[in-house]
């Protein structure tokens, strides 16, 4: 059964600084890895999606980063800004087509101004 | 055009009633999932359905679990004789399959406590 990890639960860090979050799963056997973004209240945002043949994506301040053999994914985040702050969530697709999807718990994170 | 909606957004009930919660997916998407979120764990994958099938239901809880989708839109998932551990956030998604492989799209979400 596949497991998703997320690391750290929670993280606070003032405004500029840059950040990763870290998401690990335990079967590598997964059709791609996606980033989402929760606020509170609201439902999901698709941030980043990464194949399973890409090592990386990147959208303006965010860079994913996927390493399929080891099971590991980071998302990277440059320059925080307050508005950042939310619930990351990193879930794994085992197939093509249609096919649910597992989750991590979530890193919650809050950019203080 | 419009996102996924859920309705309702909140609701307060007591333990032992039923409750149904409803999904409007995105028109044309044939997909729907349905998923839980309940407080300090991820997101638990429920039951999926295509068209108004459910090839996978391996996710629903318990007996007191169920769904349907009619003229694939709409989805309603009842739960029954709720108790205090089905407090969760009920999240629905729909999706279809392009170039990229398949998309969820994520409504807001039902927020249910049971008392």
């Known amino acids: 059964k596949q497991e998703v990890t997320q690391i750290p639960a929670a993280l606070s860090v003032p405004e500029g600084e840059n950040l990763v979050l870290n998401c690990s799963f335990t079967?590598?056997?997964?059709?791609?890895l996606q980033w989402f973004r929760q606020d509170p209240g609201k439902g999901l945002t698709s941030l980043l999606l990464?194949?399973?043949?890409?090592r990386e994506q990147t959208s303006g301040r965010l860079n994913a980063s996927l390493d399929k053999s080891s099971g590991r994914s980071t998302l990277y985040i440059a320059a925080s800004q307050p508005g950042d702050s939310a619930t990351y969530l990193c879930a794994v697709r085992r197939g093509s087509g249609y096919s649910t999807l597992t989750f991590g718990k979530g890193t919650m994170l809050l950019v203080s101004p | 055009g419009a996102g996924v909606s859920q309705s309702p957004s909140n609701k307060v009930t007591e333990k032992g009633k039923d409750v149904e919660l409803r999904c409007d997916p995105i028109?044309?998407?044939?997909?729907l999932y349905w998923y839980r979120q309940s407080l300090g764990q991820g997101l638990e994958f429920l039951i999926y359905?295509?068209?108004?099938?459910?090839?996978?239901k391996s996710g629903l809880p318990s007996d007191r679990f169920s769904a349907e989708r009619t003229g694939g839109s709409v989805s309603t998932l009842t739960i029954q004789r709720t108790q205090q551990e089905d407090s969760a956030v009920y999240l629905c998604?729909?999706?279809?399959?392009?170039?990229?492989?398949?998309?969820?799209?994520f409504g807001p979400g039902t927020r249910l406590l049971v008392l």
């Open positions: 359905f295509q068209g108004n099938s459910a090839p996978d």
């Open positions: 998604a729909s999706s279809r399959v392009g170039r990229a492989g398949e998309t969820q799209y």
């Open positions: 079967d590598s056997a997964i059709y791609n």
């Open positions: 028109s044309g998407h044939t997909a």
């Open positions: 990464i194949q399973s043949s890409q």
